[in-house]
């Protein structure tokens, strides 16, 4: 087929390599007006212009010729690259516990995708173990891919999907769970499958990893370690995501599945656990709880999945000078629920007022939580808070605004009741609200300080 | 005991150093000072280069940090630990090197500096777009180095697991491919120039820790590769010095300790391509691929005799037997130490390897530096690290020797090592001495070593292949258009080969080139004989034998700049003063940049005196000269009367014009 000859190539660039019959993988000689360059001709990603041939020349690097300037083209040789992750079984352990990889299409391993010039996930206990053989001292895994999409295209099909397979698994018998996911929502399908997957008797970890297994300093083969020793030999059985405490290789923390968010857009250690500490920290060595109450591990298999979400829910993240229509909108769209990040304690501003009403008066579940992050939506406060409250927003403590906007979703997949609903939003599952929030539980060191700096060069960061 | 006192090995009738002088002399390894073309001839002497300049560029290459400030190595405002891993390359192969350093099991450490390191140097955000400035000096240097210029620049990664770049891989993009320098004699050609991000300086490597700092990293850093053109050492010098001359032509890269770096490529006809790594100075390179070439030379010799004497060789293997401590009664203080510490110790029998242990590699070494110096990088065994049975001076006593080669069940001909270290260092160890004795039948291995000043090197590393290269998936590639490339190619300074020439027919003396040409001194000599007058000669030897000179003897008081000199010679020539005051006045100039010419016509109490005042105390002067001659020499009064005249006269007359009257 034409398409797999010129892989990736498309117009002009496309024209002059048939022209001179010369196929992606060929090895050729191309004379130019800048001289002559000897080399294979490289896919080239579908995203980059069509006025440029990619070519890996003799030294192992990669350059692009300008097709204006090429005058022949002559096909010396073909050797198409076989780019395979070594697969061999992962082998079986007796006496280590059962662990099961679920994929959903992240990065834990992953290889090049010509077609994008991005990097495209690998997974098989066979290629994992090939990456990383440390995971076969650790447990006996077993993987199985539920779906393969990106972190941004996570949708509650996806959520639901996971529940279920989660549930299948735990009655057969895991000793512990894994999903690998990509990082971006991982925080939304952590609180997504808390309140799907409830009293789990065994862990189940979400792991992803910040930068992509294709480099050397990936923070991917050692959060898979961490997150199958969770899942293997921790004795918290919750819904916990599982990535870098700090940037350095040193541990990982878990996180409670409805408190965490990510944080950085690159930074290793960009999963921080809001308005509380971490639950543990992870080693190779184990898992060493900080919080003193968790669900333990439990032999049984009684676990309730709840595999339910209303898609017409929003959050809207307020801004100065919002105009109503935007809330409007929302109810004219036939939105049922949408999830206010207010600012400050939990606001908004007046001439939405109206639109609250509106809203209110459809039947639209309305709940407020801060943009804020840390602290409560505490609307007693001012005036504008308890006008809110009146006109039927209502505050959600201090529930994180994506963990709302899942909680919401799920909630309105089984009732569509106001109190009911407001019952289960404000009965925490699993600490999307807590009652307290430890002094601790806030902590944004700034950079500059003295003692700020002194911590800095004593401490990893 | 007197059986103690004696030489380990005389009642087995082998001397070590009698078959260290013998495998010499067998490699007909001389000094370079008596080493001839024929000698290089005879061996196939075969060296290529990859030269590293730094670019003078006010940011690093792929984030905004400053490029050029440095830290000091104890001194830094955080550390970050890293671990690397192999991955696979583009064409899906793991690569040697990169297997072999995760063997090490390494903790890198990095400190960091808050004003050198941003999120991009920690690997913690992707990079930003490519430096332009520093890709259009490299583009610049291409073009005057002939190399065909790309269409479109690819940002490769290439896989370091060494932690010298926290992400494992350096950034690099090929900017131009194919293209020649001129040597005085020959053409070299040139394989490729690359820009790329430059590394990490390393502060410490000792057992697992290896730690880095972070400033220079990142900095833009451009490698010219040669073809293996080069037959004979001082041609690789001659070339290397060539490459940074006209690197330096450009004005736009970067000088000092450091700033410039050559990595030296060497093998003998039947050895292989090794790597001399990060010779700081061009003029190490003649001794350095000298004694390389010999190393590979004998490397073969050995393998022959291996190879006739152990036919079996596919299935040699080593045998091992763990010691214990209380059997021996070692003096040797690391073996008193590692026993203090509970470490490991371990015989090794290398069967049919008598003699291999002390075969020449180097001046002052033997094979057996190669298996100590790999158990240092691959097993992270501090050195000393190992003990042998063909020492020129044992540290293990002989009857140790005869109760291990008894347990070990050694047969006359074999060889015995002892290696001592943490247990879980032990397994890589062993193997790694199996592995390097059994690249012994194969003849050189493939490896980049580190260079010492005295022209002998270690192993650093296992060559790394194309293997390692990878695309980088966080940048998107370049495009070059003819504009650019047509636009930077008309400003570009002229040739090196051709300022030679230039020089050559202006007179100036060879012996100043070098001076000239490292300092980029060329184009202000050019515009001082141009715009001033003088002549070329005067000029050339100003910079290259007296300012020169001045460098190494004194110290400025404030930042001394060339075109200093240029204001120099023009307030001479407008003075109306004779060029050779410069000659006095520069070492004042160079010393107080700052102070106006005429302080330092005071300084050096420098008096204006007429031309005919001067000429007209000759006859007295003569005169003078007939009362207290003591012979009839004719030049006798014409130098006595110079020498009289000569402070007075310089810089009021020429010299030469006074000499002549006279």
Known sequence: MAEDIFQGYKGLALEVLKKFNVRVWGQADVLTTRGLFKGTILPRSENDDDKHIVMKIITGYNIGLDIATISDMKETGYKKANYKIPEKEFPYTQGLPKVKLIGTGGTIASRLDYRTGAVIPAFSPGELYGAVPELAEICNLTTEKVFAVFSENMAPENYKKLAIAIGKEIENGVDGIVIGHGTDTLHHTAAALTYMVQNPPVPIVLVGSQRSSDRPSSDAALNLMHACT??????????????????????????????????????????????????????????????????HR???????????????????????????????????????????????LGHVNKPIYPAIERAHAAGVHMYMTVQTLWGYAHMFVYDTGRDLMAKGIVPAANMLPEAAYIKLGWVLGQTNDPEEVKRMMLTPVNDETTSREPYNGYLVYQGGVPEIEDFIRKVRK | ???????????????????????????????????????YDEIGFMSGLEVHQQLKTKEKLFCHCPAGIYQKPNVFDAEVIRHMRPTLSELGEYDGTALMEFKTRKNIIYRLKNETTCTYEVDDTPPFPLNREALNISIEISL???????????????????????????????????????????????????????????????????????????????????????????????????????????????????????????????????????????????????????????????RNRLVKEIPDHINWKISQLALDYYDFNFSYKPLKESKELKHRIIAVNLPGFRGALSHFTQPGKMFANELTERLKVIACLEIPNMAHTEEFDPVVPLEDWESIRKLLGSAQNDAQVLIWGPEADMKTALET?????????????????????????????????????????????????????????????????????????????????????????????????????????????????????????????????????????????????????????????????????????????????????????????????????????????????????????????????????L
């Open chain 2, 433 to 661: 001495i199996e592995e390097r004795c059994k690249m012994a039948f194969a003849g050189v291995p493939n490896e980049t070593r580190k260079s010492f000043e005295n022209g002998t090197t270690i192993f650093e590393r296992v060559l790394p292949g194309a293997d390692r290269m990878y695309p980088d998936t966080d940048s998107a590639p370049i495009p070059l258009e003819d504009k650019l490339i047509t636009e930077l190619g008309s400003s570009l300074p002229q040739e090196i080969i051709d300022r030679y020439h230039i020089m050559k027919s202006w007179g100036i003396p060879e012996d100043t080139y070098t001076y000239i040409f490292k300092k980029d001194l060329f184009p202000l000599i050019e515009k001082i004989v141009n715009e001033l007058g003088y002549s070329p000669s005067f000029v050339g030897r100003l910079f290259g034998h007296k300012l020169k000179y001045i460098e190494g003897h004194s110290k400025p008081a404030a930042e001394f700049s060339y075109k200093i000199v240029y204001g120099l010679l023009k307030f001479i020539s407008e003075q109306g003063l004779t060029p050779e005051i410069a000659w006095l006045m520069l070492p004042h100039v160079y010393e107080h940049p700052k102070i106006d010419f005429e302080s330092v016509l005071i300084s050096i109490k420098f008096k204006r005196v007429a031309k005919e005042q001067l000429f007209g105390s000759v006859p007295f002067l003569k005169s003078k000269f007939a009362e207290i001659q003591m012979s009839e020499k004719k030049n006798n009064e014409k130098d006595w009367i110079m020498g009289q005249l000569r402070k007075m006269a310089i810089g009021n007359v020429s010299l030469s014009e006074l000499a002549a009257s």
């Open chain 2, 144 to 302: 005057l180095s002939k190399l065909n210029i790309v269409g479109e620049v690819h940002i490769t990664r290439k896989q370091y697991l060494d932690g010298s770049i926290p992400t494992g891989f350096q950034r690099t993009a090929i900017i131009g491919v194919e293209g020649e320098i001129p040597l005085k004699n020959k053409k070299v050609r040139l394989i490729q120039l690359s820009l790329e991000e430059d590394s990490c300086r390393e502060v410490s490597d000792i057992g697992h820790t290896r730690i880095y700092r972070t400033d220079r990293l990142g900095m833009p850093l451009i490698e010219t590769v040669t073809y293996p053109d080069m037959a004979n050492p001082d041609e690789v010098k001659e070339a290397c010095d060539y490459i940074r001359f006209l690197n330096r032509s450009t004005g736009k890269v970067r000088t000092g300790i450091g700033a410039g770096r050559q990595d030296v490529n060497v093998s003998c006809r039947g050895g292989s391509r090794v790597e001399i790594k990060g010779v700081a100075h061009t003029r190490w390179i003649p001794e350095l691929t000298h004694n390389e070439s010999f190393r590979q030379w004998s490397l073969l010799m050995l």
């Open chain 2, 1 to 39: 005991m007197a059986l103690h006192k004696m030489h380990p090995n005389m009642n087995k009738n082998f001397d070590p150093r009698e078959n260290y002088k013998k495998t010499q002399e067998a490699a007909g390894y001389i000094p370079r000072s008596k080493a001839t073309q024929k000698t």
């Open chain 1, 230 to 295: 969770t899942a293997g030999h921790g004795d918290i059985a919750e819904v916990m995501v599982c990535m870098f405490g700090p940037t350095s290789d040193e541990y990982g923390f878990l996180h409670r599945g409805t408190r965490v968010r990510k944080m950085h857009s690159s930074y290793r250690s960009t999963f921080r656990t809001i308005g509380d500490t971490p639950l543990a920290t992870v080693t190779r060595r184990g898992v060493e709880p900080i919080k003193k109450e968790y669900n």
């Open chain 1, 298 to 344: 439990r032999k049984d298999r009684n676990v309730t999945i709840l595999p339910y979400f209303e898609e017409k829910v929003a959050i809207v993240y307020y801004y100065p000078n919002m105009q109503p229509d935007i809330i409007d909108s929302l109810v004219q769209n036939g939105y049922k629920g949408i999830i206010i990040a207010g600012t400050g």
